[in-house]
């Protein structure tokens, strides 16, 4: 699919280059985002590239994807040295790099792409396909943009359970067990939406630390395929790096054997046929 717009840039928000929730109706659609060609001046002003892309996904408040800039999604650094440059699956094909340099009104037109057929953003719900227009949402530039993606209705990502460490009613639901944690404390946070942002939403959420380990119980119905986000913060407080280690008792791999895995910063499956009865830990 390409989703075609003429944007109309308003201080203070970004542009919305994709949204597909509501598109023909359907409020969810699982799919892929593979790209965006678009018009970013039409003045030559190069400035405008000063905002950044942010990419959100099932419902995500906070962009899983935040660049440093627009001219670097489009395959250049430095508003692409002054110049014009084309590869395979990025570039920046026209412009003028003044406006006195420009031969006639269609020089200060720019424009950038960016193609990812290997490198696709999958999402499960919806996807928000967002950019800056400046620094902090100021510029008037005129923008248009075509952003390719693939999709079809229905939600493919669907949350089964969830467990709020901290929240004693939800502990209790899951048969929570860490023994050396702190007492549950609120921590006080806000979502990463950039300093154009002057009104900010904060959140109150409890939360433990713990050095040991932690057990609970989920259901997970037998023959389906899920996936298990944990998030949380490193011991040294290092933002890099943390090992965490997921044991799963009363399920075994297609050979019988119990599944035990120790990752970071990356996921694995267990075939579905693996999964036990409901209530594992």
């Known amino acids: 699919m390409a989703q075609q717009c003429a944007h109309n840039c308003k201080p203070g928000r970004d542009l919305v280059f994709l949204d597909t929730r509501g598109i023909e109706d359907s409020p969810d659609r699982s799919g892929a985002f593979v790209g965006t060609s678009f018009i970013f001046t039409r003045d030559a002003n190069l400035h405008t590239l ?30 692409w040295g002054g110049r014009t440059m084309t590869l395979p699956l990025a570039g920046h094909p026209c412009g003028s790099p003044r406006r006195e340099a420009a031969l006639c009104e269609e020089d200060m037109i720019h424009s950038a792409c960016r193609f990812l057929p290997a490198d696709l953003f999958p999402f499960g719900r919806n996807a928000r396909i967002h950019f800056e227009h400046g620094a902090v949402n100021q510029s008037e530039e005129e923008y248009e943009s075509v952003t390719y993606w693939y999709g079809r209705p229905g939600a493919s990502l669907v949350l089964t359970d969830e467990l709020d460490v901290g929240d004693l009613a939800s502990e209790a639901a ?61 011991i040294s407080r290092d933002t890099d790096q943390d090992t965490v280690w ?36």
């Open 50 to 79: 000063e905002g950044d892309p942010r990419f959100s996904f099932d419902d995500s408040m906070t962009p899983q994807a935040y660049g440093t800039g627009t001219e670097e999604w489009g395959g250049g650094g430095d508003y």
């Open 174 to 234: 899951h048969d929570y067990v860490s023994p050396l944690t702190t007492e549950p404390e609120i921590l006080r946070s806000r979502h990463e939406w950039g300093v154009d942002r002057r009104k900010r939403i904060y959140l109150r959420q409890p939360r433990r630390q713990t050095t040991d380990y932690v057990d609970f119980t989920f259901d997970a119905e037998a023959g389906k395929v899920y996936h298990i986000w944990l998030r949380g913060r490193a």
């Open 246 to 281: 997921f044991q799963f008792n009363e399920i075994g791999n297609t050979w019988g054997y119990g599944i035990s895995r120790a990752r970071t910063r990356a996921c694995f499956q267990i075939p579905p046929k693996s999964w036990g009865r409901p209530g594992m830990r």
